[in-house]
Structures are given as C-alpha cells and as structure tokens.
Nanobody, 127 residues
C-alpha cells in the first residue's frame, strides 16, 4: 500500500518562496512517478509537476520556470520548490504517486484516475 505524507506549506507574500516535501513508502521506485497537484475550492484538481524515477520532469505551463520538482530515491522523498509565488498559486497542494508505464505527464490532466494521494497542505500567497 502506497503511503504519502506531506510537510511544508503555509503563508507567504507575493514573490516569496516555499518548499513542500512528501515522504513516500510502500512502492517500487521504477513503477511510479511522483507528482504534485493543487486544487482551489470549486475547481478541478490541477496537475503541476511530475518526476520519474530516473529524474525526468514535466511541468504545467502555469508553474514552468518558477517551480522545481526533485526527489531523493534512496530516502523515497520528493519535494516541490516554489519560487516567485503569486496569489494565483494559492491552493491546497497534494503529492501523488502515479504509475509510470503511461508516462509521468499522463496523469497531470487526469487527476480522477490517480489512486494514491497525500493528505494535502495549504499554500496561501498574499499580495
């Protein structure tokens, strides 16, 4: 059973930075990509970044150049470094584990098909 536990998040002013982390367990590295999604009330959950076990990354256009996903395979932890934050980045952020055989980016637009989620952590960016 895959388990994901998030940490980080909080409140920051526009232009600031935050780092989210996710500790994962119960899976084989090569079979999964790790990903980050976010959701605001009333909207669908949005995939924003994914990373393969080999380190290949995929980003949504909305965060490209500002956010960086990384991982420590040995420790089974992965992180999302968020820079140049904007009020529009305010959301609940979730880490996820998705099967790798369809490609890591496949699930970024298919949140309803994701099986394994972290508990979520709130990020609030004030102007």
């Amino acid at each position: 059973q895959v388990q994901l536990v998030e940490s980080g998040g909080g409140s920051v002013q526009s232009g600031g930075s935050l780092r989210l982390s996710c500790a994962a367990s119960g899976y084989t590295n090569s079979r999964y990509c790790m990903a980050w999604f976010r959701q605001v009330p009333g909207k669908e959950r949005e995939g924003i970044a994914a990373i393969s076990s080999g380190g290949s990354t995929t980003y949504a256009d909305s965060v490209k150049g500002r956010f960086t996903i990384s991982q420590d395979n040995a420790k089974k932890t992965f992180s999302l470094q968020m820079n140049a934050l904007e009020p529009e980045d305010t959301a609940m952020y979730y880490c996820a584990a998705v099967p790798s055989y369809l490609g890591c980016g496949y699930y970024l637009s298919r949140a309803a098909e994701v099986r394994y989620w972290g508990q979520g952590t709130q990020v609030t960016v004030s102007s």
